[in-house]
């Protein structure tokens, strides 16, 4: 069974930082891409980040590119989303899901239960 178990969330003044930590296990973890999705208040599902199995190319929304950093380290089967300059629009519900990517658009597989990050003053 595919387990993914987030952590990290919490509240966070705009401008601050967090990191967010994803601990894979029931799969073999470096023969999977995985992502970052968010779930704002009264919103839908928003894909955020991915980053390939072996962890060399990565890929980020618009809404966070140059703020938000994916990395992973396969030895430790976990994936991370450092997130910098943290705005309110960025509260959500953070997961952390296996990934597809058909040429065109990343789904998301298996997900986590998510963390909390919500980003008030």
């Known amino acids: 069974e595919v387990q993914l178990v987030e952590s990290g969330g919490g509240l966070v003044q705009p401008g601050g930082t967090l990191r967010l930590s994803c601990a894979a296990s029931?799969?073999?973890?470096?023969?999977?891409?995985m992502s970052w999705v968010r779930q704002g208040p009264g919103k839908g599902p928003e894909w955020v980040s991915a980053i390939n199995s072996g962890g060399g190319r990565t890929y980020y929304a618009d809404s966070v590119k140059g703020r938000f950093t994916i990395s992973r380290d396969n030895a430790k089967n976990t994936v991370y989303l450092q997130m910098n300059s943290l705005k309110p629009e960025d509260t959500a519900v953070y997961y952390c899901a296996t990934a597809f990517f058909d040429g065109s658009t990343w789904y998301a597989g298996s997900w986590g239960q998510g963390t909390q990050v919500t980003v008030s003053s």
């Open positions: 029931g799969l073999s973890f470096g023969n999977y891409d």
